[in-house]
């Protein structure tokens, strides 16, 4: 079944009941969807990655109608887009060494404690 519409032009045309964004492609955004929350959600858990950052899951169709205008190729996508992980932070020495510089990232001015 389907419903007729007008659109802008006063040109009616109808919308088959069967397309519908879950099943378009053959169902691939119902298929990709929860993937794409899973990665998202795994991403929103993890303390490796800022929490208040925002997170996107992005569905995208993109239409190519033929020159006649009797079909179109229709391309369909579900991406995301996450958070970035936080940077690690250490901290570099540069100590004189005879006629050269050591580079460490323990701080030589620190004692060393031994553990017996």
């Known amino acids: 079944m389907s419903k007729t519409q007008v659109n802008e032009d006063a040109i009616p045309f109808a919308i088959d009941e069967g397309v519908t964004l879950g099943d378009m492609a053959m ?7 929860p993937a794409a929350l899973k990665e998202v959600a795994a991403n929103i858990l ?20 033929s020159d006649d205008r009797t079909h179109a190729e229709v391309d369909v996508q579900v991406t995301t887009k996450l ?7 250490t901290k570099l020495y540069f100590t004189p060494a005879g006629n050269e510089i050591a580079i460490s990232e323990d701080n030589p001015q620190q004692p060393k404690i031994a553990f017996k």
């Open 27 to 33: 169902g691939e955004v119902n298929e990709k969807f």
């Open 46 to 65: 993890s303390f490796d990655y800022p929490g208040k950052a925002k997170r996107e899951i992005n569905i995208k169709i993109v239409l190519e109608p």
């Open 83 to 89: 958070a970035q992980k936080r940077p690690v932070k």
